[in-house]
């Protein structure tokens, strides 16, 4: 599985931004779709998955301000990002991975390349 992910930049606080990532493969719909985010001097986190059914999982500090959705036909992934923070910044990626240990990085196999997210003040 290759993934594309695309759809950050320069956002004023309080804005928002939709990342699209764009898996290549037959495989897509059999995989849990996450997104994970890297703040510079912090480790990657989780933000948000959505599993093969559906089924989605939030980081705590992005509860009812993004939405994660999948587009089964289109080998998409979307995460709605609504009332943007400036502590939101950071490069953020999609990965596929099998269904175990979502919010981890290890449950994830395959990564995109990343796309930069910067919330301004």
């Known amino acids: 599985v290759q993934l594309q992910a695309s759809g950050g930049g320069l956002v004023q606080a309080g804005g928002s931004l939709r990342l699209s990532c764009a898996a290549s493969?037959?495989?897509?719909?059999?995989?849990?779709m996450g997104w994970f985010r890297q703040a510079p001097g912090k480790e990657r986190e989780f933000v948000a998955a959505i599993t093969w059914n559906g089924v989605t999982y939030y980081a705590d500090s992005v509860k009812g301000q993004f939405s994660i959705s999948r587009v089964y036909a289109k080998n998409t992934v979307w995460l709605q990002m609504n009332s943007l923070k400036t502590e939101d910044t950071a490069v953020y990626y999609c990965?596929?991975?099998?269904?175990?240990?979502?919010?981890?990085?290890?449950?994830?196999?395959?990564w995109g390349q990343g796309t930069q997210v910067t919330v301004s003040s």
């Open positions: 493969g037959r495989s897509f719909n059999r995989y849990t």
């Open positions: 990965a596929a991975g099998s269904g175990v240990l979502i919010t981890t990085t290890d449950g994830y196999a395959y």
